[in-house]
């Protein structure tokens, strides 16, 4: 065989896609270009994986599906969603964000944004007069998540979006945290709906994503689309199958992290050596009322503790426990607990003494003698 011929065959060789063969799960397309038809005419509109990719259709449609709206468009991570979400405002434009907003969005609003003339003001969601008294005549959009992040305050989102639409702006729900298993924005009344799919979406700690989900048509759709597909922060084939993968279990793992989370709570607030715990699913909780009726499934599989002593003691008590990792991140099959202010640094609210947990997927007996052990020191 001549050398020209091996080259060429080593590429005709292995060009070849199968068709009309039927996988009974979904392949990955990581082509990023697509054949085009002697009529010029591309297979289902696939031209270029940055404009649109097989994988990336699938999540889409599934995610859009899954929380009841209109279009969904996924990002390379949730942080790229939510900037693809201001992108898609105007730099006169006012935000209303939530006091406790999760750390990253508060840094990139600040320190981004800001930079290009977008105006934002932080409210604390749960008073809804102070809610009101912080409108201006260009606010567009009110940003909430609930429960929050490290806190665990609950937000009333139908209350939210009347208020929101009586101005005119948009509400906008982060709902990483209890995801569409159980919470349903659009049915309260949010316009749009924001996720990082690293956390139970994708499940496993092992893919970054985001998505941007609007519950009707609107002129922002297309802004939102246009960002999407121009500045590219989109998805790879493989990192949309992953998130493809975890949805198909993310129901059984939400309300089996979202149940031993309840247990945990419970155990915690019980103990002596607790200051309080943050879960919206005990009776004490502020916002337990609104998490029954908003939540009616389950409180989630986060929550957050003071431990009582000061910081130090907070991350002995974290370093003692065997089961828990200590790591950064949440809604994965592992149990993680996180010391909140060493992560977000000197400019953050958050208490000290306060520990994040998320609930994995192991035995909640090894879980609570886990918590029992490290308490007990
Ligand atoms: C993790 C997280 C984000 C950011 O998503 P990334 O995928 O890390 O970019 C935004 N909001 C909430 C509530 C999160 O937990």
């Not at 006169?92 to 944004?113: K, Q, S």
Request: with cysteine; net charge negative; glycine share 6%.
């Amino acid at each position: 065989m001549e050398e020209h011929q091996f080259a060429t065959k080593a590429i005709k060789t292995t060009q070849r896609a199968f068709e009309n063969i039927n996988p009974v799960t979904a392949p990955i397309y990581l082509s990023t270009t697509f054949k085009r038809n002697p009529d010029g005419s591309y297979n289902d509109g696939f031209v270029y994986t940055r404009a649109d990719n097989p994988n990336r259709r699938i999540l889409e449609q599934s995610l859009a599906e899954l929380e009841g709206g209109a279009d969904a468009f996924a990002f390379s991570s949730g942080m790229a969603a939510v900037s693809a979400l201001f992108q898609s405002l105007s730099p006169t434009d006012h935000i209303l964000l939530p006091d406790d907003i999760y750390f990253n969005i508060y840094l990139l609003v600040d320190e981004v944004f800001s930079r290009w003339g977008l105006t934002y003001t932080l409210v604390d969601m749960t008073d809804l007069n102070a809610l009101k008294a912080a409108f201006r005549p260009n606010t567009r959009l009110v940003w909430l998540e609930t429960p929050s992040n490290p806190q665990l305050k609950i937000t009333d989102i139908a209350e939210v979006a009347t208020i929101a639409h009586d101005q005119g702006a948009l509400i906008v729900v982060d709902n990483t945290w209890p995801t569409p298993v159980l919470q349903r924005p659009f049915d309260l009344g949010a316009d749009i709906v924001m996720h990082s799919t690293t956390k139970y979406f994708g499940g496993h700690s092992d893919v970054l994503g985001g998505c941007i989900i609007l519950r009707q048509e609107s002129a922002y759709t297309d802004r939102v689309a246009k960002v999407q597909v121009f500045s590219g922060a989109v998805p790879s084939p493989f990192d949309c199958w992953l998130i493809s993968r975890g949805i198909q279990t993310m129901h059984l793992r939400v309300h089996a992290q979202s149940n031993s989370a309840a247990e945990l709570a419970s155990f915690l607030s019980q103990h002596p050596r607790i200051e309080k715990v943050n879960y919206p699913g005990l009776s004490d909780h502020a916002g337990y009322e609104i998490a029954r009726r908003q939540m009616p499934n389950g409180a989630g599989g986060m929550l957050s503790i003071l431990v009582k002593g000061d910081g130090e003691r907070a991350l002995q008590v974290s370093n003692r426990l065997n089961v828990f990792t200590t790591a950064t991140s949440l809604g994965g099959v592992e149990s993680l607990v996180e010391h909140r202010k060493s992560i977000e640094g000197p400019s953050s609210q958050t208490p000290d003494n306060l520990l994040r947990i998320s609930v994995g997927l192991e035995d909640i007996g090894d879980l609570i003698e886990d918590w029992d052990q490290a308490l007990r020191l």
